[in-house]
Every structure is written in structure tokens, then in C-alpha cells.
């Protein structure tokens, strides 16, 4: 049994689509939230530059008290989590493109995966298309700009709408229906996009799964907290007056957001 916060980051704000899931499950549970929004997009960053900058966030969690910490971005798992897990001793959980449960169900055999650059070009996504894939077709969709206007908290305007059509368009003419959401941020669009689709395809987000995980992380090695939690806090490399006003609505409720320390 252990309060120690657990510790979580992403590129950005898409992480809180994780958290949400986390304080769901785990209420007794305290966390901490980095939000590398300095940095976004990770999608279309070098892998070195994405390894540099989990180092140095994972370092500041661990200075802060976290007993596990959760990569709650496919793009930073992709580059960063098998370096993370040679250099650090607590639990680690990452996340990667739910191409199993998509896999399982599929009707038209056809699954499209919406996420980012870095991401699709991934050995490690490579090697979970040839493990899980099987006889089902997938289609990739890299989704260069969205990411920016999720950051913003702009989650159903015309712009947001419209490249959203420009990513889906494809992967319906080639019969997908299942998508999967592999990255973070776009369960926040899940909504706009679900309203732009036709009612049968069905979206797949991994945060639950990841959550679901980590409990049993924590079970197995007897680290749950006994709670009452302590409020989460939050930190922003980029400005942290934007994570602020965005945090009602991606969050859920209003909090305090520190900067960064370099
Ligand atoms: N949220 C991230 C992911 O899950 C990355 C978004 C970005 O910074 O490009 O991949």
C-alpha cells in the first residue's frame, strides 16, 4: 500500500483523455500531469528528440514522488518506453493503437488506424500490426494539424470538421469500419467524429484499457493507495494559462497548472 502519486505525461493535453480514465478507475489514487505542450506536436519530432524529452519528464516525476508512471501517449511509447524502462525501477505503462480489440471487431475486415506520423512509422507499430493484425486489412491515416487544434481546446469547428473529413474520407472508400483512435488527443474529438460517420463504424480508444492495467500493475506488486486522494496536479512546459483555461473542459473540473521547470 503506498499514496505516492502516480505520474503521467503526454505531448500535450491528449494524456487528460488517459488521466480521465485513471480517476475513474482509481479514485484513492493521487496523480500528477505533465503536459509537454512546448513541445507538441511529438507526432512529427525525431524519435531522439521524443526519447530526450521523456528522459527529462520522467526524471521530474520521479523527483515529485511518483511510485509508477503512465506514457500516455502512443507517439512517446512508440520512441521513449523501452529506454524508460532500462533507466528506471517502478511500474511503466505505455500505450499503443488498440489493434487487437479492432482486430476482434471488425465485420467488413477492413480497420483504419487514425494516428500520428511517428507513430505509424514506428518499428514497435510494425511489429504489433504483424502480431495482432492477422488476416484483417489496415489502413493507416497519419492526422498532421489536429493535434494543434485539440491543444486550443477546438473540438467541433468547421476547420476541426474539415480536416476530420479529409483523414476519415479514405478510410471509408476502403471500407473500414472500425477505426481506431491511436493517439491521445482524438478521443476529444470523438464526439464531432462519431456525428460525421456513418452510424455502423465503431471507435476505439485504448485510455480504459490502460487504466484497466495499471490497477492490475499496482495489485500485483501491493502499490494501490488507500486514498482519499490529494488534488491532481498539473504542469505545462508550453503556456501554462492555456492548459489552465482548457482543463474545465478536457479535464472536467478547473485546477492549477504550474510551469515546467527546464
Ligand atoms: N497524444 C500523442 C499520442 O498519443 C501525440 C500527439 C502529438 O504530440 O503529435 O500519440
Redesign the pocket.
Known amino acids: 500500500m503506498t499514496d505516492a502519486p502516480i505520474g503521467v505525461f ?3 493535453v ?2 487528460l483523455s488517459v488521466l480521465r480514465e485513471i480517476r475513474q478507475r482509481l479514485p484513492s489514487e493521487s496523480l500528477l500531469y505533465v503536459a509537454d505542450s512546448g513541445y ?5 519530432k525525431t524519435p531522439e528528440q521524443i526519447r530526450a524529452r521523456s528522459r527529462s519528464i520522467a526524471r521530474f516525476l520521479i523527483a515529485q514522488g511518483a511510485k509508477a508512471l503512465v506514457v500516455a ?3 512517446a511509447t512508440a520512441a521513449a518506453v523501452a529506454e524508460l524502462r532500462e533507466l528506471h525501477d517502478l511500474p511503466i505503462i505505455g500505450m499503443e493503437p488498440a489493434v487487437k480489440p479492432a482486430a476482434q471487431a471488425t465485420r467488413s475486415g477492413v480497420v483504419g488506424v487514425l ?2 506520423t ?2 505509424l512509422q514506428s518499428a514497435r507499430f510494425a511489429a504489433l500490426l504483424d502480431r495482432f493484425a492477422g488476416s484483417i486489412q489496415v489502413v493507416t491515416q497519419p492526422c498532421p494539424g489536429l ?1 494543434e487544434y485539440i491543444e486550443q481546446g477546438e473540438l467541433d469547428s468547421a476547420r476541426v470538421r474539415e480536416l476530420l473529413h479529409g483523414f476519415t474520407r479514405p478510410l471509408l472508400a476502403a471500407g473500414c469500419d472500425t477505426l481506431i483512435l491511436g ?3 482524438y478521443p476529444f474529438v470523438r464526439a464531432t467524429l462519431q456525428s460525421m460517420l456513418p452510424a455502423e463504424v465503431i471507435l476505439i480508444d485504448t485510455g480504459a484499457a490502460v487504466a484497466r492495467q495499471l490497477q492490475q500493475r499496482l495489485e500485483a506488486k501491493g502499490m494501490t493507495a488507500a486514498g482519499p486522494s490529494r488534488p491532481c496536479r498539473f504542469w505545462s512546459s508550453g503556456d501554462p494559462a492555456t492548459l489552465q483555461r482548457t482543463l474545465p473542459v478536457l479535464w472536467g473540473e478547473p485546477g492549477v497548472v504550474e510551469l515546467l521547470p527546464d
Open positions: 503526454d505531448s500535450g491528449g494524456g507538441v506536436p511529438y507526432g512529427e501517449c502512443n507517439t494516428a500520428t511517428g507513430t493535434v493517439c491521445t488527443h
